[in-house]
């Protein structure tokens, strides 16, 4: 993880570049849903972001003519977000390596399309957290502008 950039209002932001996610997450290409994760307060709030490209490979089905990102892959970009700032969370406080598994999507809803070259941020903030199970309010973002968002409820389970 990136050091420490910023403290204010005693919080502790930090950021996690392409490597960081991967040290947290098991996702690899084709299905990694994120690029960086930016202004992460613990695991209680973080920003992620997707640089949406015609090169992906859904763009081919997605639709031709007329690309769109598809929802349940923004669905699933912000579970990753939350799942990468849990698994750094815990890590730094020194709990064994684990992985997150999602469990609930509640309250989508979809407002604008996203596609090629735009890029989403996923704005994560904690609802909740017990021990091993999670709750996060997610919203996406095009240009300031909410695309949509959701509920995401996950377990933590022990990795490998």
Do not use: W
Not at 37 to 66: L, T, Y
Request: hydrophobic share 45%; net charge negative; aromatic share 6%.
């Amino acid at each position: 993880m990136d050091t420490v950039a910023e403290k204010s209002e005693g919080r502790q932001l930090s950021t996690l570049d392409i490597d960081g996610i991967l040290n947290c997450l098991p996702h690899r290409y084709p299905f990694l849903m994120i690029d960086r994760i930016i202004e992460i307060d613990r695991d209680e709030s973080a920003v992620g972001i997707k640089n949406v490209s015609f090169n992906e490979p859904v763009f081919q089905g997605h639709f031709p003519g007329k690309p769109v990102f598809p929802g349940v892959l923004i669905i699933e970009a912000m579970a990753q977000t939350a799942g990468a700032i849990v698994i750094a969370h815990d890590a730094a406080a020194g709990v064994s390596k684990s992985i997150v598994l999602m469990l609930t999507i509640d309250k989508a809803k979809f407002r604008k399309p996203a596609g090629p070259g735009d890029t989403i941020e996923f704005h994560i903030k904690k609802i909740h957290r017990r021990r091993t199970v999670g709750r996060y309010e997610a919203r996406a973002m095009v240009d300031g502008v909410l695309i949509a968002e959701a509920e995401v409820g996950a377990m933590i389970v022990p990795g490998e």
